[in-house]
T-cell receptor, first 116, second 117 residues
Framework: AQTVTQSQPEMSVQEAETVTLSCTYD???????LFWYKQPPSRQMILVIR??????QNATENRFSVNFQKAAKSFSLKISDSQLGDAAMYFC?????????????FGGGTRLMVKP | GAVVSQHPSWVICKSGTSVKIECRSL??????MFWYRQFPKQSLMLMAT?????????EQGVEKDKFLINHASLTLSTLTVTSAHPEDSSFYIC?????????????FGPGTRLTVL
């Protein structure tokens, strides 16, 4: 079974600084998707960024970017110019297959605190 | 963007009663819907995968007779917690997948908080 591990239960960053959240996963598949989701206090899951395993180029979405190391099975999230609104739980997730319509396996989450 | 709703958002019930939670995709048809459970300060755990017109596929350890899932249409899936007990108290979240033709992304509902007294 696939597993997703987030080794940092909590992280803290100063407003306007950069922070990196770590994620590792275990799979024997070659086709899969990786995601970072944000869960604010409202508990609504919000997709932050996604990466298709077949793509070598790291995904970016405005202030959010990933470092996808396929051989190392590592998928870290970098948040630049951190804002107060970035404070939330962040979950790394894995989905097997060639599309995003398969079950998601989530990591344990990282709580990000942003200091003003 | 695509919107998924859940109803109710919060429900309190007595032990032994049954509770139905609805998950609706409001502006798209979902080929697949997923049900997750999230205990306090924990991650999301998949309970079952639901496809319209067919029986749900349950994850290991999830009692299919206790958590009844009905995917009645391409826009509606329901989760019924039968004979609920305090240990069933949790946050239940659904997600809907419209297929590869539309952004190839799962869309999450806002969740339902269930408290069993």
């Amino acid at each position: 079974a696939q597993t997703v591990t987030q080794s940092q239960p909590e992280m803290s960053v100063q407003e306007a600084e950069t922070v990196t959240l770590s994620c590792t996963y275990d799979t024997s598949e070659s086709d899969y998707y990786l995601f970072w989701y944000k869960q604010p206090p409202s508990r609504q899951m919000i997709l932050v960024i996604r990466q298709e395993a077949y793509k070598q180029q790291n995904a970016t979405e405005n202030r959010f970017s990933v470092n996808f190391q396929k051989a190392a099975k590592s998928f870290s999230l970098k948040i630049s110019d951190s804002q107060l609104g970035d404070a939330a739980m962040y979950f790394c997730a894995y989905s097997e297959g060639g599309n995003a319509g398969n079950m998601l396996t989530f990591g344990g989450g990282t709580r990000l605190m942003v200091k003003p | 963007g695509a919107v998924v709703s859940q109803h109710p958002s919060w429900v309190i019930c007595k032990s032994g009663t049954s509770v139905k939670i609805e998950c609706r995709s409001l502006d798209f048809q979902a080929t697949t819907m997923f049900w997750y459970r999230q205990f306090p300060k924990q991650s999301l755990m998949l309970m079952a995968t639901s496809n319209e017109g067919s029986k749900a596929t349950y994850e290991q350890g999830v009692e299919k007779d206790k958590f009844l899932i009905n995917h009645a249409s391409l826009t509606l899936s329901t989760l019924t917690v039968t004979s609920a007990h305090p240990e069933d108290s949790s946050f239940y979240i659904c997600s809907s997948y419209p297929g590869t033709g539309r952004s190839d992304t799962q869309y999450f509902g806002p969740g339902t908080r269930l408290t069993v007294l």
